[in-house]
């Protein structure tokens, strides 16, 4: 069965970084793009970063432009999300995300920002 497993959130000041894992497994990861989301307290999930099977296409949300970096490994099964520059409103939970016949998510990792 597809499996998402995000690790790497925390507690950071603001202007400080953290890179986000996700290994997947179940499912033939280079045949799929990958996205991260995140969802802050009273407020919709949102797509932070996506980024093609092949990991040549990359797209951001205009609000983690030139902050963050989407990649994967597609021999370790892994997507990552480097963040730099975090600022408060970065707080929130971040999910990995696969578009399949359905979406499937992780459990989610804690972000947060603050002083």
């Known amino acids: 069965q597809v499996q998402l497993v995000e690790s790497g959130g925390g507690l950071v000041q603001p202007g400080g970084s953290l890179r986000l894992s996700c290994a997947a497994s179940?499912?033939?990861?280079?045949?799929?793009?990958m996205r991260w989301y995140r969802q802050a307290p009273g407020k919709e999930r949102e797509l932070v970063a996506s980024?093609?099977?092949?990991?040549?296409?990359?797209n951001y949300a205009d609000s983690v432009k030139g902050r963050f970096t989407i990649s994967r490994d597609n021999d370790k099964n892994m997507v990552t999300l480097q963040m730099n520059s975090l600022k408060s409103e970065d707080t929130a939970v971040y999910y990995c995300?696969?578009?399949?016949?359905?979406?499937?998510w992780g459990q989610g990792t804690q972000v947060t920002v603050s002083s």
């Open positions: 980024i093609s099977s092949t990991g040549v296409n990359t």
């Open positions: 995300n696969v578009q399949r016949t359905i979406n499937y």
């Open positions: 179940g499912f033939t990861f280079n045949h799929y793009a």
